[in-house]
């Protein structure tokens, strides 16, 4: 019996698509025109987002000069080595580029990391993070609770490398280990800040920052980008998971 019925949806489903190419045309016009007014509502709001990460970058880099001329020079008189720091890190469709942020560690901070890799608190192992990390400056303890030494990053979203919004950008050490499903966070801009930066921080596991970022990339609006920017105010404020 349940053969049968497997033999006659089988039939049915090559009836439907046998005939496929038989369709009339005004049924072909009537496709063709619902695709593509979606592809101009996908590309309107992309073309909105970017409009948003421009102004949104232009006008807080203004506002925040004084503040930020500030950060540099408490970080000039606090350690040696430059203000600011460049990474690399892995963008949209795995394209790496450098990314700006104010120097929170020791210059060294890098060839010690290696030593301190069994003392990684961050679950899932990809990433590293260390509540009492001994690379952190005395003013670098302060920005990153902050979030401060992120703001630099507003000139990498006026670049076009990243978005106000968007999954946190990985190094290339941390992509190498990636899974084909955590690959999916790469499909859009990196951001400032994303959903689950607003939600815990560092406190949440690797494999769950997947998760929100994966819900993310499949239900994003510029709605949801708004909504996002005003939650990261009181949890920078707040420094829940920061570290």
């Not at 033999?7 to 005004?26: A, H, N, P, T, V």
Request: with cysteine.
């Amino acid at each position: 019996m349940q053969h049968q019925k497997a033999l006659e949806f089988r039939d049915r489903l090559l009836k439907r698509y046998s005939s496929s190419g038989r369709l009339s045309r005004s049924v072909r016009l009537r496709a063709a025109f619902k695709r593509s007014v979606w592809m101009m509502v996908i590309g309107s709001t992309r073309a909105l987002k970017r409009v948003i990460d421009i102004a949104g970058s232009v006008f807080l880099l203004i506002v925040l000069a004084p503040m930020l001329a500030s950060i540099a020079l408490l970080i000039r008189m606090d350690s040696p080595g430059s203000v600011l720091f460049k990474q690399s890190r892995i963008g949209k469709w795995g394209k790496p580029f450098q990314i700006y942020k104010f120097r929170s560690m020791y210059i060294d901070a890098e060839a010690r990391k290696t030593a301190l890799a069994a003392s990684n608190e961050m679950s899932g192992g990809v990433t590293f993070k260390m509540k009492q990390d001994p690379r952190i400056t005395r003013v670098g303890r302060y920005i990153r609770r902050a979030s401060i030494d992120e703001l630099p990053q507003l000139w990498n979203v006026l670049k076009g490398d990243m978005s106000l919004v968007g999954p946190r950008p990985p190094v290339p050490s941390e992509v190498s280990q990636y899974t084909p499903s955590d690959r999916r966070r790469l499909e859009v801009k990196p951001g400032i800040t994303c959903v689950w930066q607003v939600s815990g921080r560092s406190d949440i596991p690797f494999a769950q920052q997947v998760e929100l970022d994966s819900a993310y990339i499949e239900s994003q609006s510029v709605w949801m980008d708004i909504k996002l920017l005003l939650k990261t105010i009181p949890a920078v404020l707040l420094g829940r998971g920061a570290y």
